[in-house]
């Protein structure tokens, strides 16, 4: 067993209260903002960012009747200090949600990793000590990594049960920024597998809800740290999916009013009649965005270059489609108009 000296204790004592404070309501998981999911998408991120990285495109996720969570990649076989240490651009992840593996040490309590190359290297870590065990046990399992944990150390006297649909959701969305990964997802009752081919454009395509509902092809726009899927509906309702650094930006979140109104102004401006409103650019407007920015990159910066240049480029060469976006802002505007006459 190897004991950590004060000082680290100290410090993950630190980490472990920033995180409590991160993840929020701990609930017992009916509700997606309840804290265990942002475990379970905290340790999820480490395993995507070996994908990201060109390493292993599958990840089985397993929860048994105790509401012990195993998840096991095929990348290199190998810990997650190693591989960060061999990566060629890492994507840091933790700093989204604010706190690392560590914080999850500390908020399970319990958590053992066991590094798959050739052999088994097993290792646990409990609070505040580690118990590395060197025994190596021969194994003709493929490379990879897996990570078990609970909350049973922290949470004695609290039942949480893992949503199903929750965390379907979560991993499908997972599987759409991350195109060619495939996920699976294992339960004693069930067995779910999902792999996107084109990204956001398989968001809009599952999110249809009638046959023929979308007037033209999804446009697909995407550099190294963004994606854009847009097409219009038949109807006049507006559907948008915003996703930052790989998690969902809710819609009554004030980051998604501010990024769907970059989007609006850059129509807006493309087509420079003052006459049309937000309204008239919205109606019918079906888009999806993902973004991955730095700590001090500016998110309006970027969103706009990237609207000013692909999203500009791509309707000047399709006229059909710039068309049709005009169109539609016309019978948004007419509608509006005729309505206010009354």
Known sequence: MIQFDEEKMELMNSIGWHAKKQIGKIGNGTDSQDGIYSVFQEVMNY???????????KIEVRIDEKQEVTIRDYGRGMGFEERYANSKSPKKTMEVTGFGIDAVYVLCGGVEMYVYKDKIREHRFYSHNIQSHSDKRKT????????????????????????????????????????????????????VRMKSKEGLVDLLKDKQQLKGEYLYPIIHLSDERMEVALT???????????????????????????????????????????????????????????????????????????????LWLYLFRNTRVSDMFLMKMNIAKNKRELLSRY
């Not at 970059?262 to 937000?278: C, P, T």
Request: hydrophobic share 40%; proline share 1%; with cysteine.
């Open 140 to 191: 003709r399992e493929k490379d990879g990594l897996s990570i078990v944990f609970d909350f049973y150390h922290r949470m004695l006297s609290m039942k949480y049960w893992f949503d199903d649909g929750i965390l379907l959701n979560m991993l499908q969305n997972i599987s759409y920024l991350n195109p060619g990964l495939e996920i699976v997802y294992i339960r004693d009752y069930m067995k």
């Open 47 to 57: 395993f995507v960012d070996e994908f990201q990285e060109g390493y292993g495109n």
């Open 232 to 310: 219009h509906s038949c109807a006049n309702d507006s559907r948008m999916y915003l996703f930052v650094n790989g998690r969902v930006v809710e819609q009554d979140n004030p980051c998604f009013l501010a990024y769907r109104e970059m989007l609006v102004n850059a129509l807006l401006k493309y087509y420079y009649f003052e006459s049309f409103s937000a309204e008239d650019v919205l109606s019918g407007l079906i888009g999806a965005i993902s973004i991955y920015i730095d700590e001090n990159e500016s998110v309006t910066d970027r969103m706009k270059d990237f609207f000013s240049k692909e």
